[in-house]
Structures are given as structure tokens and as C-alpha cells.
């Protein structure tokens, strides 16, 4: 093959924990009879709140395939080439198994929001019945902190948002009195930027760039400065189709496959991360003469042709709200997909027929 694919996974082969009926036809086709995939394949998906090898395990069996860790993505792969920061203690905000996570990307000192929390309880008040009963000293070991490292959208915003303030304000040391004139901020490292994704429910549900819409606009509001961000991670990002592509070109090594990956085919359902994320990476990949990305846009998720958001003329698009990320400015030309599909067994037959593929 000179092609691959990389699947997003949220609205294209799962909807929360129910699979799309299209997905194990798709994917019945993707594979040899001893199971083995006869193209490369990549699951790249902003969820953050597990690990690669429980991703792989959940693909599997909702596919009916064997998945390896070493094809799955997360939002927050590409922090493993962060390692300025694996030795520094990082505050870690999201849900699922933060430490276990951030310890397998190469943190050493991973402190989560629950345990700062436990650290200074004085600082979580808008609960009134989480507050303390007693008031008492804070640790005499003081908890000092160098980033803030936002995996995915955690349970108690208010508490969240809360502590990161804190963090921001007292450059690393809450529980000081805030000092507006320490500015930039310690770095801020985000996964997964999606505003919204889609579950069971009929619409479309709050993600993590909801939650980062709230930290950024609290964060104006109280020191008139904008947030920064160290790096931003997830879909529509370079880093991370640069990361991909890599794990692309080493699947096709793995199996000796010599021709070389002239095509990388993304199929996803949301305008503002899957086709504004190839887009934008096949502009880098045009300028340095490497394979060509493709936007292959699927109906079973996000992106409804009947919604109010439509590509007719991306009359909805420029003339609507703008559901990207703060810094990723709107550029229509960005969120055209090269094809849009019914589902992801119409994807696969398409990019199959394209590549004149005959497995």
C-alpha cells in the first residue's frame, strides 16, 4: 500500500460506548483472514482520559480486530517529547487514571487537582459542603509547582478552574496571595481542544475546549492579559499528524512494506479538528515535500448536512460562530474536506476505489 488511514473515533466508529454499525463492515475489510491490517492504520483521537493499550483493548473488541497500543493516539501522545518537563512537578488536570497516564508519558512528579486539593482545602470554597469544618495551617511543606499539564475536562469545573487560577496567580505557589505582575504565567501544556463531541445524546456534548474557553475568559477577566499557552496538543495541531504520520511510516517499516506512504487519508467527523487538522497539515507536508493528507468527512457524528452548520457556501461557517480554538485563526479554505461520506465503510470504499486498491 502507498496509503494510510488515520481514524478519528468519537462520531466515526463509536458513539460514547455504542458502535456505529458501519465501523465493523469498515474494518472487515481493513484486515487479512489471520487479522492482520492490510494498510496502515492509526487511531487518532483527542479523548485523554486513558491509556493507549485501554483504547486499543476497547477498539478491539468493539471492532472485532486486533488493535495494538502502538496504533492508538491519544490526545496527549506527543507530551512524551516534552521532556524538560517529565522531571519538574507539573499540576495534571482531567479525569481517568491521571497519574498512571502522565507516569507513562515520563512524568516523575504528576501532583493531580484532588490532591492539591487535599494540600490546600482552604482554597475550594465554592461547595459550601466541601469546605472544611476546621480551619487549620497549610502543609509545612510547601507545594511548589512549575506547569500545569490539562488532559481533558475534569468532573468539578468549579474546583478546577479554581485551583488552576491559583497556580497561575502564585506562579506555582498556591495558597500565596495572588501577584498579577508575575507575567507570562508558568507554562500551560493542553490536550485536546475539541469545544464540542458527540455521545448517545441526540446533540452534540461539552469537551475539553469548553473547558479551556472557561480557564482563558476567567483568566482575562481577572488580570486583563491573555492565558498562554506552552503548546497547544490534539487535533487540529501540527505536532500532533506529525506524530501520527511517524507512527504511520513505522507500521509500514514493521512489516517491510517498501513503497513508500505518498497518501494519509483522515476520516473524522467534526469540521474544526479532523478536516481543519489535515488541512492544515497537508499546507506543512505540501512545503516539505512529503506525503499528501487527505479530509474525508463522515455524517454519523458531529457534522450533520442537514445541521445548522452547513458547507454550502460555509454559510454557517463565516457568517456563525467559530467552534476552533482561540488561537487557530478561521480560514474557510481550512475546513472544505476533500469528501464527505455517509459513514466510515463509505470512507474506506472511497479512499479503496481512489487507490485503485483491490485487497
Not at 318 to 326: K, L
Amino acid at each position: 500500500p502507498s496509503f494510510g488511514f488515520l481514524f478519528d473515533i468519537d462520531g466515526v466508529l463509536v458513539r460514547g460506548k455504542t458502535p456505529i454499525p458501519a465501523a465493523r463492515t469498515a474494518f472487515q475489510k481493513l484486515v487479512n483472514s489471520q487479522g492482520q491490517f492490510l494498510v496502515p492504520v492509526v487511531f487518532v483521537t483527542n479523548a485523554g482520559n486513558c491509556l493507549r493499550q485501554k483504547k486499543a483493548d476497547q477498539l478491539s473488541h468493539l471492532l472485532g480486530v486486533p488493535i495494538s497500543q502502538d496504533q492508538v493516539m491519544m490526545s496527549h501522545s506527543p507530551l512524551r517529547m516534552f521532556k524538560r518537563y517529565h522531571e519538574k512537578c507539573v499540576l495534571v488536570s482531567g479525569q481517568g487514571p491521571l497519574l498512571d497516564i502522565a507516569q507513562d508519558l515520563g512524568f516523575c512528579q504528576p501532583i493531580t487537582i484532588d490532591t492539591l486539593r487535599e494540600k490546600r482545602p482552604l482554597l475550594d470554597a465554592v461547595d459550601h459542603d466541601r469546605r472544611p469544618n476546621v480551619l487549620f495551617h497549610a502543609c509545612s511543606v510547601p507545594v511548589v509547582l512549575t506547569a500545569v499539564v490539562l488532559f481533558g475536562e475534569p468532573v468539578r469545573w468549579e474546583t478546577s478552574l479554581q485551583l488552576i487560577i491559583d497556580v497561575l496567580l502564585t506562579s506555582g505557589y498556591p495558597g500565596n496571595p495572588y501577584e498579577q505582575e508575575n507575567y507570562p504565567h508558568i507554562p500551560v501544556l493542553a490536550c485536546n481542544m475539541d469545544l464540542m463531541w458527540v455521545a448517545e445524546a441526540q446533540s452534540p456534548r461539552f469537551g475539553h475546549g469548553t473547558f479551556m474557553v472557561c480557564l482563558e475568559n476567567i483568566y482575562k477577566k481577572i488580570t486583563g492579559k491573555d492565558l498562554k499557552y506552552e503548546a497547544l496538543m490534539g487535533k487540529p495541531s501540527r505536532l500532533t499528524y506529525q506524530y501520527a504520520e511517524h507512527l504511520i511510516r513505522a507500521q509500514a517499516l514493521q512489516r517491510s512494506w517498501e513503497q513508500p506512504i505518498q497518501t494519509l487519508y483522515a476520516v473524522g467527523d467534526n469540521l474544526m479538528t479532523d478536516v481543519y487538522g489535515a488541512n492544515l497539515w497537508e499546507n506543512e507536508l505540501a512545503a516539505a515535500a512529503a506525503a499528501r493528507c487527505r479530509s474525508v468527512l463522515v455524517c454519523t457524528g458531529v457534522y450533520s448536512p442537514h445541521g445548522e452548520v452547513s458547507l454550502e457556501g460555509g454559510d454557517g461557517l463565516t457568517q456563525g460562530a467559530f467552534h476552533g480554538h482561540r488561537d487557530f485563526g478561521f480560514d474557510p479554505g481550512l475546513v472544505e474536506p476533500d469528501h464527505i461520506v455517509p459513514d466510515v465503510d463509505a470512507a474506506v470504499d472511497l479512499v479503496f476505489q481512489l487507490e485503485n486498491f483491490a485487497p
